[in-house]
């Protein structure tokens, strides 16, 4: 009940967008590629970009994927070149999610795993999609290294074999 009305097309095309950048960081630009899943080709002709998933039916899991398509999206209405894979995107992007509940085998070696399928629609806002890169991404990336805090676990993993932050 949760599928929608449409057609998946496009199954394991690469992508690349156009660049994009930020005039402050001149030295800077963020071209996005990458391989989808699929695209959703509803009656309008539109499209979404969606992926699968297995695990956890959970916000807080799936909104980490959100980003991801938010790629993809973007680079499907801002292709590269005239050669790269685009279709007329929509703003909606999607996940397929498989949650396994139950693994079993069966006296025959054959095994079985249950479990819930749901797809999780989700709104892409290509502005902003575009304005996080330009204004958060590029300038993190031309910005110093943060030092570690004593409250990151990779920082304290890091402390016990005797590594020491420095300064550039």
Same mark, same amino acid.
């Given at each position: 009940?949760?599928?929608?009305?449409?057609?998946?097309?496009?199954?394991?095309?690469?992508?690349?967008?156009?660049?994009?950048?930020?005039?402050?960081?001149?030295?800077?630009?963020?071209?996005?590629?990458?391989?989808?899943?699929?695209?959703?080709?509803?009656?309008?002709?539109?499209?979404?970009?969606?992926?699968?998933?297995?695990?956890?039916?959970?916000?807080?899991?799936?909104?980490?994927?959100?980003?991801?398509?938010?790629?993809?999206?973007? #680079?499907? /209405?801002? &292709?590269?070149?005239?050669? !790269?894979?685009?279709?007329?995107?929509?703003? +909606?992007?999607?996940? =397929?999610? *498989?949650?396994?509940?139950?693994?079993?085998?069966?006296?025959?070696?054959?095994?079985?795993?249950?479990?819930?399928?749901?797809?999780?629609?989700?709104?892409?806002?290509?502005?902003?999609?575009?304005?996080?890169?330009?204004?958060?991404?590029?300038?993190?990336? #031309?910005? /110093?290294? &943060?030092?570690?805090?004593? !409250?990151?676990?990779?920082?304290?993993?890091? +402390?016990?074999?005797? =590594?020491? *932050?420095?300064?550039?």
């Amino acid at each position: 009940e949760s599928f929608p009305d449409a057609v998946i097309t496009g199954a394991d095309q690469w992508i690349k967008s156009k660049a994009i950048v930020n005039p402050d960081f001149p030295d800077i630009e963020i071209i996005l590629r990458g391989k989808i899943d699929g695209v959703l080709k509803f009656s309008d002709g539109t499209h979404s970009v969606i992926d699968f998933k297995t695990c956890e039916i959970q916000e807080k899991t799936l909104q980490k994927y959100v980003r991801q398509l938010s790629c993809y999206s973007y #680079a499907l /209405k801002n &292709p590269n070149s005239p050669s !790269d894979y685009s279709v007329e995107i929509n703003n +909606k992007i999607g996940l =397929f999610v *498989y949650e396994p509940t139950k693994f079993s085998i069966a006296s025959n070696s054959t095994a079985n795993l249950d479990g819930k399928f749901k797809y999780i629609e989700y709104d892409f806002d290509l502005k902003e999609f575009e304005s996080f890169i330009k204004n958060q991404v590029i300038p993190l990336i #031309a910005g /110093k290294e &943060p030092p570690p805090t004593d !409250d990151d676990p990779c920082w304290v993993y890091l +402390k016990q074999f005797g =590594f020491e *932050y420095e300064e550039d």
